[in-house]
């Protein structure tokens, strides 16, 4: 397994678990309580990468090892897959689909280089109402022991150099989220995310 750099991943769970549990407090109906879960086993971890035919992100490896898997957690209601979902649950399957479809569209266009071989992407995250997804590029240029992570919305809209980069702007992303209810809720309460702009919901890339 290729070095991490000294990824720093209890720390970073244990920041999104505050971020989680602060997002509970100012509005549960959309963001039910979420703790983190259970790392995963080598075997997991092994079984995972037989359903897939390929071995998994070094980092991506990593953050299953600290979490495995995390429903509510990617911006507001997506799912971080854990080990016994990649290659076979039922939302996996259909980002896969979603997957597909973008690649059928941009067939028709002119995706250019930064779209990578669809057989060197796979799936790490997806959400159950909407088309976002979440993918890693594992054939793709390796920085700090980790590979680009691509977030697809009908297409390629957003990328990370690794998955340490990603779950930073996940971080930051849940802050934005967190801090627009509670401006919101100030100023009318009860309007909930309806009235959130859609770019405080968006991902972002700050670290």
Do not use: C
């Amino acid at each position: 397994m290729a070095e991490s750099k000294g990824v720093a991943w209890p720390e970073l769970i244990a920041r999104m678990e505050v971020l989680n549990a602060e997002a509970t407090k100012v509005l549960p109906q959309f963001f039910p309580a979420s703790p983190a879960s259970a790392g995963a086993s080598t075997d997991g971890l092994a079984a995972a990468e037989a359903r897939l035919g390929h071995a998994l992100d070094p980092l991506h490896a990593e953050l299953l090892l600290a979490a495995n898997g995390w429903p509510h957690t990617v911006l507001v209601d997506g799912t971080l897959f854990g080990t016994d979902e990649l290659g076979q649950a039922e939302l996996w399957n259909v980002a896969v689909e979603g997957i597909e479809i973008a690649y059928d569209e941009a067939a028709y266009g002119e995706p250019g280089d930064e779209w990578p071989p669809q057989e060197e992407i796979y799936v790490i995250a997806a959400f159950p109402f909407e088309r976002h997804i979440v993918a890693i590029w594992r054939n793709g240029p390796l920085t700090n022991g980790g590979h680009p992570v691509l977030w697809f919305d009908g297409e390629i809209t957003e990328r990370w150099d690794n998955v340490a980069q990603w779950w930073a702007g996940m971080l930051t992303s849940r802050r934005r989220v967190i801090d627009g209810l509670l401006e919101r809720r100030g100023g009318g309460a009860g309007r909930g995310l309806a009235a959130l702009p859609m770019e405080r919901t968006r991902p972002g890339s700050d670290p």
